[in-house]
């Protein structure tokens, strides 16, 4: 085909000024332990191209506990915590570190207590080895809530500390202690294997949330356009998930990366639901910090902390 100059012009200029494909902007993301029902709308938005939809590309990378987690986005090597319980980023907060939770998105406690098959109650732990994440971690905070509404202390009970559920999992399955705070969908698989579920936390502390999103203040101010994009793509799976329509695939979401029991992750969609566990708003609640100060402070003693320190509200 042969251009006139005037045509190949124009056509030179339609080239040039044509919208080009952006490459997706790839972030690093952190999470505690291996893949699990409470980043259950990570998978989502992956698997609904709702990252994609925002222009982003997520690598999410697991560590043993979230004080690990908290430490690789301090050093840099994550943009951004996730499913992180709270006691964690408070404690690095206090200590000076520059961190902000930007989301809660686990608003309740997802964990039962679960115990051998000699144990029937709380009160028949007494003198007994239970398994917790720290020794002042928020699986502590709530157990220590349990254990008083049951009249009695943290100090009543010897402890095992794993920062995972699968460790605490693995810990109470070879006997190396007598109970374990599990959350789903792993304490539907220790019920399926005899063991007996004592207390569940989003009945004894319904109002106590439970994780949140974590960034280096540092990096979030620098780049607001990105942790903003990223919550976008994280609330529209937060919703996906809530639509019941979506139960199947939602089931079969997590069943491909955790490789879990299929009925146990269908049990962990049913509770989730049930007990609201994820957190719709995208804006962090002050009432909801400040209730959760007031309950670590159950194992940390006063703290002076105004909750506004640790939240940054990305607009």
Do not use: C
Request: charge should be neutral.
């Amino acid at each position: 085909m042969r251009f006139d100059k005037p045509a190949a012009a124009l056509l030179l200029a339609a080239v040039l000024t044509a919208p080009q494909a952006r490459a997706a902007e790839t972030l690093q993301i952190g999470a505690v332990g291996a893949a699990n029902a409470v980043v259950w709308p990570h998978y989502i938005a992956e698997a609904k191209g709702l990252y994609a939809d925002q222009g982003l590309s997520i690598d999410l990378y697991y560590s043993d506990s979230s004080p690990a987690t908290l430490q690789a986005l301090t050093g840099g090597s994550t943009k951004i915590a996730i499913a992180v319980g709270l006691a964690d980023p408070t404690h690095a907060v206090l200590r000076g570190a520059n961190l902000a939770i930007v989301r809660i998105d686990g608003q309740v406690g997802p964990y039962a207590l679960l115990a051998n098959k000699a144990i029937h109650s709380i009160k028949d732990l007494k003198g007994k080895k239970v398994s917790v994440d720290a020794a002042a971690g928020t699986t502590m905070v709530y157990f220590d809530i349990m254990a008083s509404k049951n009249g009695m202390t943290r100090k009543d009970f010897d402890y095992f500390f794993a920062g995972a559920t699968a460790a605490r999992f693995a810990a109470l399955e070879a006997g190396a202690t007598d109970a374990a705070m599990l959350t789903a969908p792993q304490l539907f698989t220790a019920q399926a294997h005899g063991f007996v579920d004592i207390g569940d936390v989003y009945t004894y502390a319904p109002d106590v949330p439970f994780t949140s999103e974590v960034v280096s203040r540092a990096w979030a101010d620098a780049n607001k356009a990105a942790v903003k994009k990223y919550l976008t793509a994280f609330g529209k799976a937060i919703a996906w998930f809530y639509d019941t329509k979506n139960r199947a695939e939602a089931i079969q979401i997590l069943l491909k990366v955790t490789k879990m029991n299929e009925d146990d992750i269908a049990k962990s969609y049913d509770l989730f639901q049930k007990i609201h566990y994820f957190d719709k708003s995208d804006k962090v609640s002050m009432k909801t910090m400040e209730g959760y100060i007031k309950a670590q402070e159950r194992v940390d003693g006063p703290i002076s902390l105004d909750p506004k320190k640790l939240v940054l509200d990305i607009e």
